[in-house]
C-alpha cells in the first residue's frame, strides 16, 4: 500500500524533529558534564589563560554559528545544519567551563578564581536555559544572554594573564634583559657570600676543618668565576642572535615572533641563577656544621643541568660557526669540570673528616669473640637498613622526577595547543619557530641527563 505525500511529509518532519531533539539533548548532557567537574575536588587539571581566551573566542563564534542557524532553520526547516551546530556549541561551551574551571587552579588570587569559577557556573546555566527552549521553540531561541556570560569568561581569563604575555604591559627585550640581569647579580651576590664564607673559616676553624671547609670554598669561588664568564657569553650570543635575526624589525618583534624560544631563555638563565644561590646557601650551611655534604653534590649537578638548558637555548637560534657560540660552549665545558671539582672536593673532605673522626675507635680496642660477632652483626643490620632507606629513596626520586615530566609536557602541549589557534602572519614567522621544537627537545634532554646526579654503588652484604 502507497504512503500518501502528506504522510510522507508527516514521518520526515517527526524524524526531523526526534533528530533535533536527541542533538539537544546531547548538547544539555555535554554543558551538565563540563558544570559538574566545577565541583570534583579532585580535578588537577590546569589551563593557562591564553588557552582559556582562544577556546572561549571559539565559544562565541560557535554560539553565533547557532544563532544563525535557527534563523535559517525558520525559513527552510531543514534541520541538517542546526544538528550539526548544536554539535559544535555543545562542545566548544563544555570545553569553556572545564578548561574555565582548570585555570581556576593555576589562579594566585582567590577572588579572581572564584569569579571565574562563577562566570562559568552562569555561562552553563544560561546555556541549559537556551537550550531548554530550543526544545520547544527552535526558531526563537535567543543567544544574547550566553555570549554576555562567555565575554564575563574573557573579562575574567584577560585578568589573569601573566605579565609575560602581557604585550601592552611590557616588551619582552626588556624582561630578557632584566632576567639576565638579574641572574648576573644572584651569581655576583654568591660569589661575594663564598668569598666572606672563606674569610669566616679561616677565622674560627684550624687544622683538618680549616683545610676541608678551605677546599671546598676555593672550589666553589671557582665556578662562580666560570658561571660569570657563562653569563657574560650569554649575553654576547644573545644580542648577535637578535641583531642577525630580526632584520629590519625591532628587538621586541623578534622576541615576540620567538616568544617560546625566548621564554626558554628566561627559564635557563633563571636556573643558573637560582642553581649558584643554593649552592652558595648548602656551602654555608655544611661550613656551620649544619648542613650536609650532599646537598652541595645536589646542587653542583642542578647548576650542570642549568648549564646545558642555556647552552641547548642558545644553540637553536645561534648562526651556524659562530664564534661567540663557540666561546658559550667553552665556558659551559669550563662550568661543567668546576661542577665535578666541587663534588671532588666535597667528597673528599668527607672521607678526610671520617677517617680523622672516632668512627672506627673501637677497632682498637680489645674485643672477645663474641663481642666482635655481636659488633659485626650489629653493623650488617645497618648495611642493611641503610640499603632499604637508598631503594625507597631511588623510588621517591623515580616519583617526583615522572611528576616534573608529566607536568612539563602538560605544559608544552598547552603552548603549542595556544600557538595552533593563531594564525601565522607570515611564511617568515612559520621559518623562524621551525626550530622551536627542536630547542624544548635539547632542553629536555640536557635537563634529564644531567641533572640525575651520579649515586653511589650498593654496598655489598657482609659475609656472615
Excluded at 531548554?132 to 555570549?147: C, I, L, R, T
Excluded at 611590557?170 to 661575594?192: F, I, K, Y
Excluded at 643541568?305 to 642555556?310: D, V
Aim: with cysteine; proline share 2%; aromatic share 2%.
Amino acid at each position: 500500500m502507497r504512503m500518501s505525500a502528506e504522510e510522507a511529509e508527516r514521518r520526515r518532519k517527526l524524524a526531523q524533529k526526534e533528530m533535533l531533539d536527541a542533538s539537544i539533548t546531547e548538547a544539555i548532557t555535554i554543558v551538565e558534564s563540563s558544570v559538574a567537574s566545577l565541583d570534583d575536588d579532585t580535578n588537577s587539571k590546569t589551563c593557562n589563560a591564553r588557552t582559556l581566551i582562544n577556546i572561549t573566542e571559539k565559544a562565541v563564534d560557535a554560539t553565533d554559528r547557532l544563532h544563525r542557524s535557527c534563523n535559517d532553520y525558520r525559513e527552510t526547516q531543514d534541520v541538517s545544519n542546526l544538528v550539526a551546530q548544536l554539535a559544535s556549541f555543545g562542545h566548544w561551551i563544555g570545553s569553556c567551563i572545564e578548561n574555565g574551571g582548570a585555570t581556576c587552579n593555576m589562579a594566585s588570587d582567590s577572588g579572581q578564581s572564584s569569579a571565574l569559577e562563577t562566570s562559568c557556573r552562569e555561562c552553563g546555566s544560561e546555556c541549559i536555559k537556551l537550550l531548554g527552549e530550543m526544545k520547544n521553540e527552535p526558531d526563537a531561541a535567543n543567544n544574547q544572554s550566553v555570549n554576555e556570560k562567555l565575554n564575563k569568561i574573557l573579562l575574567c581569563a584577560q585578568d589573569l594573564l601573566p605579565s609575560m604575555s602581557d604585550v601592552g604591559k611590557g616588551d619582552l627585550s626588556d624582561v630578557v634583559d632584566q632576567e639576565m640581569s638579574a641572574t648576573a647579580r644572584a651569581v655576583e651576590q654568591a660569589s661575594e657570600r663564598i668569598e666572606a664564607l672563606l674569610n669566616e673559616a679561616r677565622l674560627k676553624d684550624s687544622g683538618i676543618n680549616l683545610e676541608v671547609n678551605e677546599r671546598i670554598l676555593d672550589s666553589c669561588t671557582e665556578l662562580m668565576r666560570f658561571i660569570r664568564v657563562l653569563i657574560d657569553s650569554s649575553k654576547e650570543l644573545q644580542k648577535e642572535i637578535v641583531d642577525r635575526g630580526r632584520g629590519a624589525s625591532s628587538s621586541k618583534e623578534f622576541y615576540m615572533k620567538n616568544s617560546r624560544w625566548t621564554e626558554g631563555l628566561i627559564s635557563a638563565a633563571k636556573a643558573v641563577g637560582w642553581g649558584a644561590t643554593m649552592l652558595t646557601d648548602a656551602a654555608d650551611l655544611v661550613i656551620q656544621g649544619e648542613g650536609k655534604f650532599e646537598e652541595l653534590m645536589v646542587c653542583s649537578h642542578e647548576i650542570s643541568a642549568s648549564t646545558a638548558q642555556l647552552v641547548a637555548a642558545s644553540r637553536v637560534k645561534a648562526p651556524d660557526q659562530s664564534e661567540k657560540l663557540q666561546r658559550l660552549q667553552s665556558a659551559s665545558r669550563n662550568v661543567n669540570g668546576a661542577t665535578a671539582r666541587v663534588v671532588a672536593s666535597t667528597n673528599a673532605g668527607r672521607r678526610q673528616l671520617d677517617e680523622a673522626s672516632n668512627s672506627f675507635a673501637d677497632l682498637s680496642k680489645a674485643f672477645t669473640l663474641t663481642q666482635i660477632k655481636r659488633k659485626e652483626m650489629d653493623s650488617q643490620v645497618r648495611v642493611l637498613e641503610l640499603e632499604q632507606a637508598l631503594d625507597q629513596e631511588r623510588l621517591k626520586l623515580g616519583a617526583w622526577r615522572k611528576k616534573h615530566y608529566e607536568l612539563a609536557a602538560t605544559k608544552e602541549e598547552e603552548d603549542a595547543n595556544e600557538n595552533s589557534e593563531q594564525p601565522e602572519s607570515s611564511t617568515t614567522d612559520s621559518t623562524s619557530n621551525s626550530n622551536e621544537p627542536q630547542l624544548v627537545e635539547e632542553q629536555q634532554k640536557a635537563a634529564g641527563t644531567a641533572t640525575k646526579p651520579s649515586l653511589p654503588p650498593k654496598p655489598k652484604p657482609i659475609a656472615q
